[in-house]
């Protein structure tokens, strides 16, 4: 199952730096997931100071 963000995002990007298959990029207001290039492997979850990524 692929990863969101959620709102307590503050688009700092260090998720979108951890991903290994660039499945992360800016949207208009935070970074979200594309979830079919997403390989669950929770890299961006353990990077994301703020806990913002969870598996969804």
């Known amino acids: 199952m692929a990863y969101v963000i959620s709102d307590a995002?503050?688009?700092c990007g260090t998720c979108a730096d951890g991903c290994p298959v660039g499945a992360i990029s800016q949207g208009d207001s935070q970074y979200?997931?594309?979830?079919d290039v997403?390989?669950?492997c929770g890299?961006?979850?353990a990077a994301c100071p703020l806990g913002?990524?969870?598996e969804g």
Do not use: M
């Not at 979200?32 to 979830?35: L, N, V």
């Open 9 to 11: 995002c503050a688009s």
């Open 32 to 35: 979200q997931i594309d979830a």
């Open 38 to 40: 997403c390989v669950s």
């Open 43 to 45: 890299a961006c979850a």
């Open 52 to 54: 913002a990524i969870s």
